[in-house]
């Protein structure tokens, strides 16, 4: 135990260690492919990683946090496999649902709990402590604080990897859950991987028309595509339409239009969009442009240094690019983190 006037030094944390194998800092610098965004935040020591409860069937194991202002790690999460391109299905418009007629989906907390996802309203875990502290760097570039302007489009934030089976996926749900439970804070999670949307059945959650037919239709409002959940500061807004050019329309202008309908719903509303890893496909350069900052979900045991490269590289569209490690173990002292509320130690 510290004493009053005695200075402790405490141990290397796992990023401090991860970034003399990673040099996570000078990856943010300099880029063999293309300049890297300049306004990457700082990494900060990450906390002990404890493994979660496995995803599914045949599950892979899931990278831990990383952040340039992040410090936290994850579990397992849902196995997922290469984008492939989806055919094309025929164009057709939808009817946007009366607000009256609508009623609030149910996540399905057991399956989440199950899968190794944050439980909300539980008890204090390792994990929920985690992001806890990661989701506290979005909300300060999102809204500005003190001595800290909130950056432009910071309330719009974009969850990428640069390869597929890094955990964005987990990330992005996590976050999302973790935000929800912020007072007076509105969550839209939308999801924009095409190719291999996950987020609805995650959740639990029956598909329907979503961003992607937004776009493509002009005449719909996208808020009229939001799909209410049984947790009250928590939207969701499904992939819609699976189109072979979808990276053509996210180009558009009506991307652009969309987008800021959806931040114009709340001055509250922070959106966090779960997109293709960015060497597997192309939407995430796109979508770059149309937010305020990046979490950039890198896989641990995973993710060479020149897949990092390159995939900010792709993503230089925005200048805010924070790194989330996942998948760290953790060795060292006894006391872990989070042991505070009597688990983890």
Known sequence: MMK???????PASVIERATDVYDFGGLLRTSPVQTAPP??????????????APARPDPVSVPVPLAPVFQDHIGTAAPSSTPTAAPVQQEHRYAAPQASQRVAAQIDLDSLRIDGFIEPGAAPTMLSEEFRL?????LLSAFGGRNVRAIERGRAILVCSASPNEGKTFCS??????????????????DVDVAKPEILSTLGIEGGPG?????????????????????????ILPTGRRTNDDTELLASKRTQEVMERLLSHSPNRVIIID??????????SVLAHHVGQIVMVVRADKTGENELREAIGLLDGCEHIQL??????????NQKFGSYYGYGG
């Open 173 to 190: 749900i996590n976050l999302a859950l973790s935000l929800s439970s912020e007072r007076d804070l509105e969550v839209l999670l939308i």
């Open 211 to 235: 961003l992607m037919d937004a776009i493509a239709d002009s005449s719909l409002d996208p808020e009229s595509l939001v799909i209410r959940t049984s947790l009250p500061s928590l939207s």
């Open 324 to 333: 989330l490690l996942n998948g760290a173990t953790y060795s060292g002292a």
């Open 275 to 284: 997109t293709a890893p960015a060497l597997a496909a192309s939407p995430g």
């Open 4 to 10: 009053q006037d005695t200075p402790v030094r405490a």
């Open 39 to 52: 306004a990457a935040a700082p990494i900060l020591p990450a906390q002990a990683y404890v493994p979660v």
């Open 134 to 138: 990661a989701k506290r760097q979005i």
